[in-house]
């Protein structure tokens, strides 16, 4: 990513930020975006969720993002109407901060056209 690609990126993160913040109250971290995805996703609604469902809540999420990238395919749901997906590419090796700005950018690719919020 270049400068300008990186400014965009922040700009429209910081807008996603402040966007969530008005609706839950505090401003929520990429975390926090994940893991609200993946309730989204498995569309259960919020219900209490034990610590291992929030860890496979999180994974479908990442699993999610990362499909609009071709490196996951969804595969099917299981009886309980989680998702499941496969590994169809090899993640290339990135450092952690560029994890987090690709991880970033499918967050907010995900707001502007699952979400229905302009970004």
């Known amino acids: 990513m270049d400068q300008t690609d990186l400014q965009a990126l922040r700009e429209k993160w910081d807008k996603l930020l402040k966007g969530l913040e008005s609706k839950f109250g505090e401003e929520p971290d990429l975390q926090a975006f994940i893991f609200l995805i993946g309730v989204q996703e498995l569309g ?4 209490k969720y034990s610590k291992d469902e929030k860890q496979d809540l999180m994974h479908i999420a990442v699993c999610r993002l990362l499909s609009k990238y ?5 595969e099917g749901q299981d009886e309980n109407g989680w998702p499941h997906w496969k590994l169809v590419n090899k993640l290339p090796p990135l450092t952690l901060r560029e994890q987090d700005l690709l991880l970033k950018q499918a967050v907010i690719d995900y707001f502007e056209e699952e979400g229905g919020m302009e970004i």
């Open 70 to 74: 071709g490196y996951y395919e969804l």
């Open 44 to 47: 259960q609604g919020p219900v």
